[in-house]
């Protein structure tokens, strides 16, 4: 999540000796440290970070609120020497409260600067940023330039790169995302560059360009495995050979099983290499592919096979089997499943007639479906869906808001999973523990919050510590929320935190700084126009005729529409629910109940943090492979994975999150063992065929005579498999017509 400036100082000042002058004129390239004083434009203006203006950014006093403060009309005065002792006037201590607002100086919040580093803080306890020297494009003349993209290199929406030929721009700000490789990605397409005219003048001889700079090896696999909890699971990845750097092209593979295909997929592209400064690249997507199978028997053996770049067969009987001389990559292996895991056999007895359909038409492939054929599809297509994606589904369920809303302190109605909270998290503990939480968290919230899912904190039957697994959760989530809303200071400033210890100062902003006292901003709706979410969820516009906003709001510090309409979805079975009224994140139960909610998300080949807690996840070899443990390590992974993780040393909001966890571990009792992975420095990122990455979502079927169909598939999309009636919205979004 975004890291955003929370100290404040509540400073009194005891006498100062008043000198008015003309204060300097401020100047591009010039370096000014925190609290120094330029004049620009006939006003005064303070810095309030250390920084550099560098040529070209346009960082001037005026139009940079974030890096400075504007001090009143510039007018010199004459010095006047005071011929009297001044008295210093009294300082008034204000008694602090646990809920009350912060006094009105804020440190600046220059997140939006990408690249912004602390590098230490001024006398306000205020940070000091180092801002790196920002790549200024040059603005185009005549015809369209653009420097190489270079995938090193930091980009903000408007820059301009070429990339093979072709000329780019930014639509947000962007590092090593590869220019062409997605048309939902953070580029747009402008067109081919033009040729130029060259010049003929005498230069000296130039060394021969060196061709493209090679990745280092990557490597291929195909394997089938049995895991201890049942099935088979096929895993494969091309590093080499014809298949590679063909990132648009729909490489479809089979999985096979005792010579009946299983599974149809195409590959998912991974991008592996390394380009060079003049766009050239070397071997730099690879693709793979995963899937589970899980119509296993216990202790039988089976001949399994995957099939990569399958080709036709020829129409003669009987049906030749797939091999290696009709598949583009062919790889057979004999595998014998765990006795008592998979599906056991079924005991000899009458068999019951199987129960036939009557009320589900039959269905041509590549015709408009009805409503009812639709259904009946989305049926058939996720019935012998993996265990693992039924157990998401029962992990979100929800109850009805009435039942919540009546959900209280001790309440004897109270669901049986809020009592269990109450047990370990009675209300003076929770006051204890989040010592200068703003007032729209309260208790009542927070159980509120709790009971709308009841898995969380549930009552296992299979012998599991229901207890145990609850106060891991907890501590887990407190530590996240610490990160997310913490005041994270040290200073006297009028609530309390000089007595407070970091890791108590949870739940203290509501919403992010910059929106909660300007309701007219509208923030986070560059999501809103691109061309798949935008048209998925449509964002509703308010009388100004800008979007709702979509900031940072809650104990998640929810942002973007994506977001709030997947958790509306679950919260009501309408996304809209809260794209129309996003308050509700702040203003409600909902605040708290975000964070809930993203314990139990799943969104493969991630797990849900849940189900690395109670065990539901087991790590696979991929997931092995990349460092994945069942660990608060990994929950970081799923909560920031991209931003803190893989870095090979812990970021400094790794190390909050880490500190965070072990008091709340503490103060709770859970456990915490010496060689648990509390970090993620040095975790890759989940990937597929990891043991969350299944089958959760609805998305076009590329098979052949497969229009108007879709398919499972394990990456995200707007439509889940779990989600009843989801098929036909897939079916009328993709191939733009109207299921009746």
């Not at 390239?29 to 203006?53: C, E, F, K, R, W």
């Not at 092995?624 to 799923?638: D, E, P, V, Y």
Request: proline share 10%.
């Amino acid at each position: 999540m975004k890291n955003r400036m929370r100290l404040f100082a509540g400073a009194a000042l005891l006498g100062a000796v008043v000198t008015a002058y003309a204060a300097p004129a401020w100047q591009e390239g010039a370096t000014y440290t925190a609290g120094t004083v330029v004049s620009y434009n006939g006003q005064d203006y303070t810095a309030l970070v250390t920084h550099t203006a560098y040529a070209g950014t346009g960082w001037n006093p005026a139009a940079s609120p974030t890096l400075w403060k504007s001090s009143g009309s510039s007018t010199p005065t004459t010095v006047v020497t005071p011929t009297a002792t001044l008295t210093p006037t009294a300082v008034i201590t204000p008694t602090p409260t646990p809920i009350s607002k912060p006094t009105p100086y804020q440190c600046p919040v220059v997140s939006a600067i990408p690249g912004a580093v602390i590098t230490g803080y001024d006398q306000n306890g205020c940070a000091i940023y180092s801002i790196p020297t920002p790549t200024v494009q040059p603005t185009p003349t005549s015809a369209p330039t653009a420097s190489n993209w270079d995938k090193a290199a930091t980009y903000t929406g408007g820059q301009r790169v070429s990339y093979n030929g072709q000329l780019y721009e930014a639509k947000w700000w962007t590092q090593g995302d590869v220019p062409g490789a997605s048309e939902w990605g953070p580029w747009k397409l402008l067109g081919a560059l033009p040729t130029p005219t060259p010049t003929v003048t005498p230069t000296p001889p130039t060394p021969t360009p060196t061709g493209p700079v090679l990745p280092p090896p990557i490597p291929s696999w195909t394997t089938i495995s049995a895991p201890a909890d049942g099935g088979l699971v096929f895993s494969w990845q091309l590093g080499s050979g014809p298949y590679i750097n063909k990132q648009n092209s729909a490489l479809a593979w089979l999985a096979i099983v005792d010579g009946r295909d299983v599974h149809s997929g195409t590959a998912s592209w991974t991008f592996k290499g390394s380009c060079a400064s003049n766009g050239l690249c070397g071997d730099s997507y690879v693709p793979s592919g995963g899937y589970r199978y899980i119509q296993t028997t216990g202790g039988s053996t089976y001949k399994a096979a995957i099939c990569i770049d399958p080709k036709p067969i020829p129409a003669v009987m009987p049906v030749p089997p797939r091999d290696a001389s009709n598949c583009g990559v062919f790889f057979e292996q004999t595998v014998t499943v765990p006795p008592q895991m998979g599906i056991s056999p079924t005991p000899t007895a009458t068999p019951l007639p199987s129960p036939t359909p009557t009320s589900a038409p039959s269905y041509t492939p590549g015709t408009i479906p009805s409503k009812a054929q639709a259904d009946a599809l989305e049926v058939e297509l996720t019935k012998d869906a993996p265990a693992y994606v039924k157990l998401v589904k029962e992990t979100q369920r929800v109850i009805d808001d009435s039942i919540v809303d009546q959900v209280a302190p001790l309440a004897a109605t109270n669901p049986d999973n809020v009592k269990r909270v109450e047990r370990i998290v009675p209300a003076a503990r929770f006051d204890y523990l989040f010592a200068i939480r703003n007032a729209k968290y309260s208790y009542s919230n927070f159980l509120k919050a709790v009971a709308k899912f009841p898995a969380f904190c549930q009552t296992y039957s299979d012998g599991r510590n229901s207890d145990a697994i609850c106060s891991k959760l907890l501590a887990t989530m407190f530590a996240h929320m610490v990160q997310e809303t913490g005041a994270n200071t040290t200073w006297l400033d009028g609530i309390g935190a000089i007595d407070t210890p970091k890791w108590r100062q949870g739940l203290y902003w509501v919403e992010e700084v910059a929106y909660q006292n300007n309701p007219n901003l509208s923030g986070y709706t560059d999501s809103c126009g691109d061309p798949y979410w935008g048209k998925i969820w449509t964002c509703p516009k308010r009388a100004d005729g800008q979007y709702n906003s979509y900031h940072g709001r809650g104990a998640h510090q929810l942002t973007h529409h994506y977001n709030y309409a997947p958790f509306s979805k679950v919260l009501y079975g309408d996304p809209n629910v809260l794209l129309q009224d996003p308050k509700r994140v702040a203003d409600t139960w909902l605040n708290l109940a975000s964070s809930v909610f993203f314990m139990l998300e799943t969104q493969p080949p991630k797990p849900a943090m849940i189900h690395v807690i109670d065990g539901s996840w087991v790590p696979n070899a991929v997931d092995q492979a990349n460092g994945l443990t069942a660990s608060f390590g990994t929950t970081i992974n799923i909560i920031n994975g991209g931003f803190e993780c893989s870095k090979g040393a812990e970021t400094s909001q790794a190390q909050n999150r880490i500190y965070a966890y072990q008091n709340f571990a503490q103060e709770l009792g859970v456990p915490v063992a010496a060689n648990e992975q509390l970090g993620c420095a040095s975790q890759k990122q989940f990937s597929e065929g990891g043991a969350a990455s299944f089958p959760l979502y609805w998305d076009k079927d590329w098979g052949w005579q497969r229009d108007y169909m879709c398919k499972p598939v394990n990456y995200q999309t707007g439509f889940r498999t779990i989600s009843k009636g989801d098929y036909a919205k897939c079916v009328e979004f993709i191939w733009n017509v109207q299921v009746k």
